[in-house]
């Protein structure tokens, strides 16, 4: 059986069969990139400009932010270099380094969300106790904890993904590094890490469960306040966060622990895509559009940079 040395590369998925396709995919993905970038950009520089942001909502919408810059950084770029020169090759390191990577900023921002879902409970639910529950040191050890949480589960992962023999080739069925396609080169090393997934799925469950407790406690009182503008800005700042979180825990448990006997490259590459692209993608606009309070100060960002270049 060859050990893990004999491997120096792994192949990733190939987008498209023609050179006109995959041309094709270069430009979708560089769009969506770059669409991702300037959102999500556009939201930290907003965010850290406006003293009226620098609220723990606020905060950890920054932190959001910087989690979907680095996990869209993570992934695409790598694909997009693989289109553009016609290739599918990435080494052994670069592979170990994207696991880590992707691991780590897709579990932190499982764990910022799951804040998020708190920070609007404690806002809606209990408001006489909001400056006192989410203060400044208690909103930056929720989000050092939220990061601390996303490395050590990185950690434990790329460890036992990478520290077994790898026995049945090296094309990956995706067009990133991703967990259950590397482990599917070793019988051996699937029954290892699976139970590492199990349980960090299992984890994430809960707090999907704490997420969505928390909103039905937040619908209720919502429902109860006698204002319909206080309901409608309530239910326009929880719902969309409900549908981000939703649409990112049901794809990311579908792809890490669906059955292999359902398993195809098409699935699992829209399964990938809605987790891992989408979101990143999505967020700056949901959040933006749905906020008037960033959307004035996005306007302002853009009026200074205007007036500063005349």
Same mark, same amino acid.
């Given at each position: ?106 579990? +932190? ?50 460890? +036992? ?93 579908? +792809? ?55």
């Amino acid at each position: 059986m060859p050990n893990i040395s004999s491997v120096s590369e792994f192949l990733l998925l190939a987008l498209a069969d023609t050179r006109e396709l995959q041309l094709l995919h270069f430009a979708l993905l560089l769009g969506i990139y770059l669409a991702a970038l300037l959102g999500n950009g556009l939201i930290l520089s907003a965010i850290a400009c406006h003293h009226r942001l620098h609220t723990p909502m606020y905060f950890f919408l920054l932190n959001l932010a910087l989690l979907d810059l680095g996990c869209i950084s993570t992934t695409l770029p790598k694909s997009m270099a693989n289109a553009l020169w016609d290739t599918r090759a990435i080494s052994y390191q670069g592979c170990a380094a994207q696991v880590f990577l992707f691991v780590f900023l897709i579990a +932190s921002e499982f764990y910022v969300l799951t804040v998020m879902a708190y920070d609007r409970y404690v806002a809606i639910c209990k408001p006489l106790h909001y400056g006192s529950l989410l203060g400044s040191r208690a909103c930056a050890q929720m989000a050092a904890a939220a990061w601390g949480s996303g490395f050590l589960n990185a950690v434990l992962h790329t460890a +036992s993904t990478f520290s077994l023999p790898l026995c049945g080739g090296n094309a990956v069925d995706q067009f990133f590094c991703e967990i259950p396609h590397i482990l599917k080169f070793c019988s051996d090393a699937y029954l290892r890490d699976v139970g590492a997934l199990v349980f960090t799925v299992s984890l994430l469950f809960g707090y999907f469960v704490f997420i969505v407790v928390s909103y039905v406690q937040i619908f209720r009182a919502v429902l109860q306040m006698p204002s319909e503008q206080g309901q409608h800005k309530a239910f326009s700042t929880c719902l969309p966060h409900l549908a981000v979180v939703s649409l990112f825990v049901s794809t990311a448990i579908f +792809s890490y622990l669906k059955p292999p006997s359902i398993s195809s490259p098409s699935l699992d590459l829209v399964v990938a895509l809605l987790y891992s692209v989408v979101p990143p993608a999505l967020n700056p606009l949901i959040y933006s559009m749905r906020n008037q309070e960033v959307k004035d100060a996005v306007r302002k960002l853009f009026q200074y940079m205007l007036l500063k270049h005349r």
